[in-house]
């Protein structure tokens, strides 16, 4: 599903969760209306499809469900795309600029230069447990690669040249910092199950599926699964939802095992 079709969804959501509110008093209906929005956008937040960029800071990893197999696929795209000192489009690109834009097409707002993007994400401790996605940093700070994994890099290297994937060319000695800015396959796999899940949720939730099927999608910690999904701000929100007169068939769709308190 693409970004925008994913925002449509959410939107949909929205709508079917503030019908809810219908034959409510004005106050009550704007009530139940907000906590749905909360919802609506707290679920977006989840899963990763609002569509907005986002700029990872030091010691954080991007969550808006890239992975670095993804960074990989879109920077092949700029192979034979020719050096341009300053560059950061298709027409011409240097070493940061090929880095800032591979990472832009995935929603993930990076600095320009290399002074800093070698200080967002997480510190990789060495060339050993690099992995695809990740920034090298080599040559005392002054040129920057994408690592592809198995041992390839793919990088804009200097004037004359172009965009090339090829060998790891970059010793242990030489590199300055590696920088992981999106998660590991095995933590994007369980982020993208969790998004998954909270999307099934509010799609059940907003048709007013069954009280089993519920439970079925919930398994057997019921509602504290929810809150545990959405944090403490899209439980809250739900919660507020369900504490409305127009969430009572919220309310008596999740039933007595679901765990959220009106």
Not at 95 to 119: A, F, K, N
């Amino acid at each position: 599903m693409s970004i925008t079709e994913a925002v449509g969804r959410i939107q949909q959501i929205e709508s079917q969760m503030v019908q809810l509110a219908g034959g409510q008093p004005a106050q009550t209906a704007q009530t139940t209306s907000a906590a749905a929005s909360a919802f609506a956008t707290s679920l977006a937040a989840a899963t990763g499809t609002t569509g907005a960029q986002v700029t990872p800071a030091a010691g954080q990893q991007a969550s808006n469900g890239t992975t670095g197999a993804d960074i990989v696929a879109d920077a092949r795209k700029y192979l034979g795309v020719p050096y341009v000192f300053g560059g950061t489009t298709s027409a011409g690109l240097d070493c940061s600029g090929l880095v800032q834009r591979v990472y832009g097409d995935m929603g993930i707002s990076l600095p320009r230069l290399v002074s800093g993007q070698s200080t967002i994400g997480q510190a990789v401790p060495s060339l050993a447990d690099a992995q695809p996605g990740d920034l090298i940093v080599c040559n005392g700070g002054e040129h920057i690669v994408i690592y592809a994994g198995n041992g390839k890099i793919i990088q804009a290297p200097k004037p004359g040249g172009s965009v090339e994937e090829m060998d790891n060319w970059i010793s242990p000695s030489n590199v300055v910092t590696i920088r992981r800015i999106v998660p590991t396959a095995t933590a994007a796999t369980s982020a993208t199950m969790s998004a998954s899940s909270a999307a099934a949720l509010a799609s059940l939730l907003g048709s007013g599926g069954s009280a089993s099927s519920l439970a079925s999608l919930l398994g057997s910690n019921g509602g504290s699964s929810v809150l545990g999904l959405l944090g403490s701000s899209g439980g809250s929100a739900l919660s507020g939802l369900l504490g409305s007169g127009g969430g009572s068939a919220l309310a008596a769709l999740l039933g007595q095992s679901s765990g959220v308190n009106s």
